[in-house]
C-alpha cells in the first residue's frame, strides 16, 4: 500500500512538470500587456540623450509622469531594456526623483531624469518604466540604441550570495542526516 501511494506521489509530480512540454505557451511576439488600472500614470515628453554609445559612456531618459487619477499613486522610475543579441546589462548612476519609491500627487505631474551606463555591447530598446506599487509596470513608447565596445565586466559582492548559502546548507544537512537516519535504520 506505501509503495503504491509513493509511486503514485513520484507519478504525479512528474506528470506536473511534464505538463509544460505539452501544452504550447502562448506568446505575443514581445507585445507587452499594459495593465488596465484606476491608478493611471501616463508617460510623457520622453526624451533619450542618444542613440549610439559606447560602453561606459553615461545615457540620460528623461521626461513626465502625469497622474491622471484621483487619488495618489506610489511607484519607483527605472529604465526597461529589451535586446535579441545581448544580456540587458546596464548600471543605474542617478535618479531624480532620487526616492526609489516615491509618490505622484492626484492629477499632477512630476519630472523625471534616470542615467546608466551600459555595460555591455547591443542593439537595444529602451523604454522609461513607471512600476506602480501592487499593480505593476507602465512603459513609455521607448527608442532605440546602440552600444558599441567592448563590455564592462563588474565585480559582484558575495556578501549576499553568502547569507543565502547558509540556509541551503543547513537545510541540505537536516536532510542528508535525516536520510541517512532512515536508511541505516532499514537495516
Known sequence: MRTRFLTMLAFGILSFNCIDLVIPIADAHDV????????????????????????????????TLVNIADRNIRGWVSIF????????????????????????????????????????????????????????????????VIVQGDPIVTHIPFTGITYQLIPIAIGSTIMIAISYYFWRKRK
Do not use: C
Not at 491608478?39 to 560602453?55: D, G, K, L, W, Y
Not at 492626484?106 to 531624469?113: D, E, F, G, I, R
Open 32 to 63: 507587452q500587456l499594459q495593465p488596465y488600472t484606476d491608478n493611471m500614470i501616463v508617460i510623457e515628453n520622453e526624451t533619450f540623450n542618444r542613440e549610439s554609445m559606447q560602453t561606459g559612456e553615461t545615457f540620460t531618459a528623461q521626461g
Open 81 to 144: 531594456s529589451e535586446s535579441a543579441d545581448t544580456n540587458n546589462r546596464w548600471e543605474m548612476l542617478a535618479r531624480d526623483p532620487p526616492d526609489v519609491v516615491f509618490e505622484i500627487p492626484k492629477n499632477s505631474a512630476v519630472k523625471y531624469s534616470l542615467s546608466a551606463k551600459a555595460l555591455e555591447p547591443g542593439t537595444y530598446h529602451i523604454h522609461t518604466q513607471f512600476g506602480i506599487d501592487k499593480v505593476g509596470p507602465i512603459l513609455g513608447p521607448g527608442q532605440t
